[in-house]
């Protein structure tokens, strides 16, 4: 447990941070699968319209720095030439 007072006030901020960090790997975990499921029953008209999705929450989670901007950037190409196969 924390003694110091800085201590104690980065752990309560770290237990709030964590609530938006795990929401926001969500989000793009819950996209993701979705759009999956899609690609994989050939429907490819939903799944587009999934990418603006995908794209927006993984933005965001660089933008808090919850992943790496190659990361974001390997994900939506993955997305994109998945995309481009299915049709």
């Known amino acids: 447990m924390p003694i110091t007072s800085s201590a104690k006030k980065a752990l309560r901020a770290s237990k709030k941070k964590r609530v938006f960090n795990i929401r926001r790997k969500n989000t793009i975990e819950k996209g993701m699968k979705d759009f999956r499921r899609l690609i994989a029953s050939k429907n490819v008209i939903e799944a587009t ?21 190659n990361t974001s950037s390997r994900t939506k190409s993955r997305v994109m030439a998945a995309l481009k196969r299915a049709s």
């Open 49 to 69: 319209k999934l990418v603006p999705a995908i794209y927006q929450a993984l933005d965001k989670a660089v933008k808090t720095h919850l992943i790496k901007a």
